[in-house]
């Protein structure tokens, strides 16, 4: 189980200290901000989608519905060939264009995550820049492939 640390700073220098006690040597971690601590870490299709809809089987409807409009959308505008790219493939070029999408972004760079993290406003008054090593995503996919997609929202 992977553990989750906490840190809160009040000032940049704290905040530039704990990246580099943390992070600067460890080039295994990726990283996330977010404007409000108060926000899930969660994907926008996610977010919207568990607000509109109570059952899942709408929830997994409107999902299907997102992903086959955004394709009937794009259909001769992109060099891609549609029989051919993954669903990921196309999630991922959409959340380009601002589709909701069940992605989430992450950089291998702090002080990137740190842009994203003081961009808007933020309802609490803190930001959270999130880290996780890539051998906890290896390792949280798997376990995540066992559970069926109903446990996914």
Same mark, same amino acid.
């Given at each position: %189980? *992977?553990?989750?640390?906490?840190? =809160? ?6 905040? $530039? ?6 992070? #600067? +040597?460890?080039? &295994? ?10 926000? !899930?870490?969660?994907?926008?299709? *996610?977010?919207? @989608? &568990?607000?509109?809809? /109570? /059952? %899942? ?13 955004? !394709? =009937? ?5 992109? +060099? ?8 990921? =493939?196309?999630? *991922? ?13 992450? #950089?291998? $760079?702090?002080? @990137? *995550?740190?842009?994203? $993290?003081?961009?808007?406003? $933020? ?10 090593? =890539?051998?906890?995503? @290896?390792?949280?996919?798997? !376990? ?7 446990? %996914?929202?």
């Amino acid at each position: %189980m *992977a553990t989750i640390e906490y840190v =809160e700073t009040s000032d940049w220098l704290n905040l $530039s200290c704990t990246i580099d006690e943390y992070f #600067t +040597h460890y080039n &295994n971690y990726i990283f996330r901000g977010h404007a409000d601590a108060d926000w !899930k870490l969660e994907s926008t299709l *996610a977010r919207v @989608v &568990n607000k509109t809809y /109570k /059952k %899942m089987s709408d929830r997994q409807q409107a999902t299907s519905d997102q992903i086959k409009q955004f !394709k =009937e959308n794009i259909r001769g505008r992109t +060099h891609l060939d549609l029989n051919k790219t993954t669903d990921d =493939e196309i999630w *991922a070029l959409g959340q380009h264009f601002g589709l909701y999408t069940p992605l989430l972004d992450w #950089t291998r $760079s702090p002080y @990137v *995550a740190l842009f994203f $993290s003081l961009f808007g406003p $933020s309802a609490s008054g803190k930001r959270v820049l999130w880290a996780i090593l =890539e051998e906890d995503i @290896v390792r949280i996919s798997k !376990k995540n492939k066992k559970r069926t997609a109903k446990s %996914m929202w």
